[in-house]
């Protein structure tokens, strides 16, 4: 049997399962999605916002968006994780332009 199935994953293997604790205190409404470009020379996509960084994209790449923090300062969007699978993550809305 696997550490998971047998429910002896320690806080820290928890922690990057599940994206940290703070993924849950984040508030996000869920827009029609759209598409951005990355206006900056590159933009860090964190998994959560001010978190981590996941990802980092260069300048003229393309995202599809598709929920924005209830501060309105953060794009969510769903990334191929380089940890493995898909997750959320966010990037900063103000380094990004609707296109």
């Known amino acids: 049997m696997s550490e998971f199935t047998e429910n002896k994953l320690n806080e820290e293997v928890l922690e990057e399962v599940s994206g940290g ?15 951005v470009r990355v206006t900056s020379s590159s933009l860090n996509c964190r998994y959560t916002p ?13 995202l599809k968006v598709d929920g924005i923090t ?15 699978g898909t997750c959320y993550a966010y990037i900063a809305k103000r380094y990004t332009e609707r296109i």
């Open 21 to 35: 604790t703070a993924q849950a205190a984040v508030k996000v409404k869920a827009i029609t999605p759209i598409w």
């Open 50 to 62: 001010g978190g981590k960084i996941a990802k980092v994209y260069e300048k003229g790449h393309r």
């Open 70 to 84: 209830a501060d309105g300062a953060w794009y969510r969007l769903l990334i191929y994780d380089p940890r493995g």
